[in-house]
Nanobody, 112 residues
Framework: QVQLVESGGGLVQPGGSLRLSCAPS????????MAWFRQAPGKQRELVAR????????YVLDSVKGRFTISRDMAPLTVYLQMNSLKPEDTAVYFC?????WGPGTQVTVSS
């Protein structure tokens, strides 16, 4: 079972930036869509951004538009989430998703 490994989370002050990365632990033969989700305490998991294997961004959550950018490399497969102008309300566990594969999540905390 291939798992995804996320990195790049942490504590940042409001207005700061973080870059999340995600790579699979093994080979994934065919990739269609890659995405980042997040889940804040007491809230449902929500889709933050999605990108196709061809590099087309097909979704960005309204509240992060203009601040977050999803991108990917295909060889080796790596998915990124560049997060700028971070706000306290962006605090959540961020999960990487590649089709049916999920990562365990990485904590992002925005606080002064």
């Amino acid at each position: 079972q291939v798992q995804l490994v996320e990195s790049g989370g942490g504590l940042v002050q409001p207005g700061g930036s973080l870059r999340l990365s995600c790579a699979p632990s093994g080979r994934i033969d065919r990739v269609y869509n890659m995405a980042w989700f997040r889940q804040a305490p007491g809230k449902q998991r929500e889709l933050v951004a999605r990108i196709t294997a061809a590099g087309v961004t097909t979704y960005v959550l309204d509240s992060v538009k203009g601040r977050f950018t999803i991108s990917r490399d295909m060889a080796p497969l790596t998915v990124y989430l560049q997060m700028n102008s971070l706000k306290p309300e962006d605090t959540a566990v961020y999960f990487c998703n590649v089709d049916v594969h999920w990562g365990p999540g990485t904590q992002v905390t925005v606080s002064s």
